[in-house]
């Protein structure tokens, strides 16, 4: 652990610390420093970045480890493949920045990522055909993105990047557009187009094979539906559909 960095006596005067969070292994040195002493009961470890176990949280392999034997592929701060081996809960090394479209596609046997405050980029949906998957979740200091109710969230652009489990569009106005493979191998039976959403990429909704029912809001200022197909309402184009959907007769299309 390096020597705790100097604080002056008044630094945190007037502040209301709930926690302060240190390195791995550092808690000790913080707790003895000058004027942190004052905040011991403050001061708690973060979990050193790396692979853990599912059932107990018990650590397995730390980050750099996982990059040295290869089973974790980074270049330039960009996360760019896991090993489809790995399993458990991966807590992703503060300092990666971006996030790969397939970072983890096919890794079947993670239940958990843990994105840090650091990541600013990440390409359409990397968490394709991952079926043991049961929750991903981001830095609450993340400024670039969030999970809103079960997806994952580009603040920015309000786009939808990664839907999880049966997750739905969220209807606050927080998502207008809808990313590539977003909702890809989704279990989702019932899709509503909230009228906020007014972009929809190509294949956001690919492989969802218990979709059978669409509908978009009736106020919808593009896109509405009949017949449990998404239809372009100017273009009259069908833009989704699922295994219910039959073509309209009436010349909306």
């Not at 707790?31 to 970045?49: D, H, S």
């Not at 392999?61 to 996360?79: H, K, N, Q």
């Not at 991952?130 to 400024?143: I, K, M, P, T, W």
């Not at 100017?234 to 010349?251: D, E, F, H, M, Y």
Request: net charge negative; hydrophobic share 40%.
């Amino acid at each position: 652990c390096k020597t705790p960095p100097s604080l002056a006596n008044t630094s945190l005067n007037g502040t209301d610390l709930g926690q302060i969070t240190v390195p791995k292994g550092c808690a000790d040195a913080y707790r003895a420093a000058k004027n942190w002493v004052k905040y011991a009961n403050c001061i708690v470890e973060g979990r050193t970045a790396g692979l853990y176990d599912g059932r107990d949280g018990t650590l397995l392999t730390d980050w750099a480890t996982l990059v040295s034997d290869g089973r974790i592929v980074v270049e330039e701060a960009r996360l760019l493949r896991v090993d489809a081996d790995l399993s458990g809960m991966l807590l992703v090394a503060d300092g990666i920045t971006g996030i790969a479209k397939d970072a983890f596609s096919g890794c079947t046997a993670l239940c958990g990522i843990e994105l840090p405050v650091s990541v600013t980029a990440i390409e359409q949906n990397p968490f394709r055909l991952c079926d043991a998957l049961q929750y991903v979740s981001v830095h609450e200091n993340n400024a670039s993105y969030a999970i809103v109710g079960q997806s994952l969230v580009d603040l920015e652009c309000k786009k939808l990047i990664a839907a999880l489990g049966a997750a739905e569009i969220p209807a606050d106005g927080s998502v207008t557009a809808i990313g590539a493979y977003a909702f890809y191998g989704s279990d989702i039976q019932r899709l509503v187009i909230p009228a906020a959403v007014t972009e929809i990429d190509a294949y956001a909704f690919a492989n969802c094979r218990q979709l059978s029912e669409i509908v978009a809001d009736a106020a919808h200022p593009i896109y509405h539906t009949q017949d449990n197909c998404l239809i372009a309402t100017a273009s009259k184009t069908v833009v989704l559909g699922c295994r219910t959907s039959v073509l309209p007769q009436n010349q909306s299309v």
